[in-house]
């Protein structure tokens, strides 16, 4: 009698094969929202992650309310978090779902780094490393982002970034304890030396708050 999972092979009946198995891979999604009802449209996401094909959702973040980085001026406050799943979908199609999930819930692209009801990121992606021109894994410039570490932190403080060689909490804890440092560069240095000290002592200020 055979166990209940494995197959006969037709050609050698004395060998056994385990069934195809998805693979499925741990996966960190950054959220991000700053047009609208924020909390609502983050948790419409969640839900709508839940559901996709070969996915599994594990786990979501608290939100945290961020400044916005770049981008158009006056911008709304951000709401950020992030979410951890595991999925056996490959990048490129877990990419245009989270696309389809952000136009379901009404993104629309003008400008970049500008006003969005929802953005959807891959950072991690397990150990995989990908460099293609519409899909980068790990997420660019997310070791140097406090608004995705915070909540990435939370949640998969142990998962590694492939190409820095550190873990997710190590990079935050970096953030927090690090000396800060300003560069500034000009061709009068006279002009260098004043703007240097003005942001000293601000910088200093605002450090008493």
């Known amino acids: 009698m055979l166990e209940q999972g494995f197959r006969v092979n037709a050609r050698n009946p004395c060998s056994f094969s385990e069934p195809n198995v998805h693979r499925m891979t741990r996966c960190l999604l950054a959220l991000g929202a700053n047009l609208g009802d924020r909390a609502k449209t983050l948790q419409s996401a969640v839900q709508l992650i839940a559901g996709l094909p070969h996915t599994q959702l594990l786990t979501r ?22 979410v951890l799943v595991d999925t056996s979908l490959e990048p490129q199609k877990l990419a245009r779902l989270l696309r389809d999930l952000e136009t379901q819930l009404g993104r629309t ?22 460099n293609e ?10 070791e140097f982002r406090t608004f995705v570490l915070a909540p990435a932190a939370e949640i998969a403080g142990e998962m590694v970034h492939p ?34 000290q003005e942001l000293s002592q601000r910088l200093k200020l605002e450090g008493r708050d």
């Open 109 to 130: 692209r003008h400008q970049r780094w500008d006003a969005r009801t929802i953005d959807i990121d891959i950072c991690l992606m397990g150990e995989r490393v990908i």
């Open 163 to 196: 190409r820095a060689g550190w873990t997710i909490a190590a990079l935050m804890d970096h953030w927090q304890t690090k000396p800060r440092k300003v560069g500034v560069f000009s061709r009068e240095p006279q002009h260098a030396e004043w703007l240097s």
């Open 133 to 142: 021109p519409n899909l980068q894994i790990p997420h660019p410039r997310m």
């Open 61 to 82: 973040s608290s939100w945290y309310e961020t400044a916005p980085v770049g981008g158009p001026a006056e911008q709304p406050a951000f709401l950020n978090g992030a």
